[in-house]
């Protein structure tokens, strides 16, 4: 992990500001780790997605959906940089080329490891899963829990926020939706 000595004494300055003594010994090594975790939760723009998916792309020897369900995703929402956390569920119809299982929970990843918003976050999965494998369609579902509708503002505890992102065959048709959508909601055995 980089070390980041800027916003090492940011945290530092916002220490002070709320009032607290970053010279304690319960806040020492408080700013270093704060700059550190802050560095790792934003590690997605550091992330390169072609050479993320490094051409693990293969022949497609059915058209059949493939999903990936219940990928679990860790964000800091933009607006009060608090965490959101949940699940991803992706799906796609290859026509031409698959992608390597694990890119599809790296893709999340990257995008997931940045400042954002939930809907924004589900339509770049979604796009870039199409933009790679040119599949005939793509569907895309973040259900997450919001640590800034949690721990302040409206301070609702079990409110769950669900987007979804559905391109080509699965906006088109709504037989593919409902089987992904009946897909994805099936409990893990």
Do not use: W
């Not at 997605?49 to 497609?60: G, M, P, Q, S, T």
């Not at 997450?144 to 609702?156: D, S």
């Not at 926020?161 to 065959?169: I, R």
Request: aromatic residues 6%.
């Amino acid at each position: 992990m980089l070390y980041c000595p800027p916003v090492e004494n940011l945290y530092k300055a916002i220490l002070a500001a709320i009032g607290e003594d970053a010279s304690r010994e319960g806040l020492r090594d408080t700013p270093r780790r704060a700059a550190q975790a802050m560095q790792y939760l934003t590690k997605g723009y550091q992330e390169d997605i072609d050479r993320l998916v490094n051409n693990a792309l293969f022949e497609a020897e059915s058209d059949d959906m493939v999903i990936v369900r219940d990928i679990e995703l860790y964000s800091l929402c933009e607006h009060h940089l608090l965490p959101f956390i949940g699940k991803c569920h992706v799906g796609y119809i290859p026509t031409r080329k698959i992608i390597g299982l694990s890119k599809i929970p790296r893709i999340v990843d990257a995008y997931a490891r940045r400042l954002q918003v939930q809907e924004r976050l589900t339509k770049q999965i979604a796009n870039t899963i199409l933009k790679y494998t040119q599949a005939d369609g793509v569907g895309v579902v973040i259900e997450a829990q919001h640590l800034c509708t949690m721990m302040r503002g409206v301070e609702k505890q079990n409110s769950v926020m669900t987007t979804s992102c559905m391109l080509g065959s699965f906006r088109r048709e709504s037989a593919t939706r409902a089987e992904f959508m009946a897909l994805i909601r099936k409990s893990s055995r």
